[in-house]
């Protein structure tokens, strides 16, 4: 159905918008301060170093390592109206629309994020070919392990996120150390969340069967809208309204983040240490294997 069909005469006029999630790269990276151009640069400091006093001092040299992020990918929208003044008296109509196409961009933001953040981490439980079973009896321990690897590289206490799909986050709505009803917000942050000091986050542009733990210096990202402009259509008696967007990240530490593979098990798959059975009065209790 055209937009100049949309007569609220005849229609009760409110639009059913498409579900989209929001996006949550920005809240957990490392944005530069300027963007300027289809190329930005981040500048590493080198390690420092402590020198013994004997009575003289040596000066040293600050070195940075410049780390390039190029917006290397480029999406664009075009939609045709039949008239671009009339649907912007439709307000409704025109928000809508440029609500969907953001949305969509979102989306796909996300999901280029999380892939360039998994990729090329050295900081990993499990493999592609070799998941981790996961079921409520380990899902937050597998979650904490996360946090202790980064601990181990001296990753800083602060900034740390961990990102889960709806799916995991069930499995840990369902560990008493986990509250039971999590309160996702738009941004993604699961309200109140932190497992061994990691906010959790939640989204579902993960991977596939991956979860990522990471520190925000793990990672560069931003975007620009390039263009957006109207104008009319010679192949047809119409509107024109396009954008085109670039954005790109950028792996700035693959020693800032940690990546589990992992596969949901069943209940066979509990680990034994955690096993629930019944007695003979069939109240639950806990047995260790072999007990």
């Not at 069943?266 to 955690?274: E, F, K, L, R, Y």
Request: with cysteine; glycine share 6%.
């Amino acid at each position: 159905m055209a937009v100049d069909n949309f007569k609220p005469t005849l229609w009760e006029g409110a639009l059913l918008h498409n579900f989209h999630s929001v996006s949550i790269a920005d809240v957990m990276c490392t944005k530069p301060s300027n963007v300027n151009g289809k190329t930005v640069t981040f500048n590493r400091v080198a390690a420092g170093s402590l020198k013994d006093y004997s009575g003289t001092v040596d000066w040293a040299e600050i070195e940075t390592t410049p780390v390039e992020m190029t917006f290397d990918k480029k999406k664009y929208f075009a939609f045709a109206l039949d008239d671009v003044d009339k649907v912007q008296l439709k307000a409704d109509v025109m928000t809508a629309t440029t609500q969907e196409h953001s949305a969509v961009l979102a989306e796909q933001y996300d999901k280029d994020f999380f892939v360039a953040l998994t990729t090329g981490t050295k900081l990993k439980i499990g493999a592609a070919g070799s998941k981790k079973k996961v079921t409520p009896a380990n899902a937050y321990d597998y979650i904490v392990d996360l946090g202790t690897m980064l601990s181990e590289k001296k990753v800083p206490k602060t900034d740390r996120y961990v990102t889960v799909n709806a799916a995991y986050l069930g499995l840990l709505s369902k560990d008493k150390r986990f509250t039971a009803n999590p309160t996702v917000l738009a941004n993604g942050v699961v309200e109140g969340q932190k497992i061994n000091g990691m906010q959790v986050m939640c989204s579902e542009e993960l991977p596939a069967n991956q979860i990522v733990a990471h520190h925000k210096s793990a990672i560069g990202s931003a975007k620009q809208l390039d263009e957006i402009e109207a104008m009319r259509l010679q192949s047809k008696f119409a509107d024109g309204i396009r954008g085109l967007c670039m954005y790109g990240q950028k792996l700035l530490r693959d020693d800032a983040s940690a990546v589990l593979y992992y596969e949901i098990g069943t209940a066979a798959d509990v680990d034994p240490v955690n096993v629930i059975v019944k007695n003979t009065t069939d109240n639950p209790v806990h047995t260790k294997a072999g007990a």
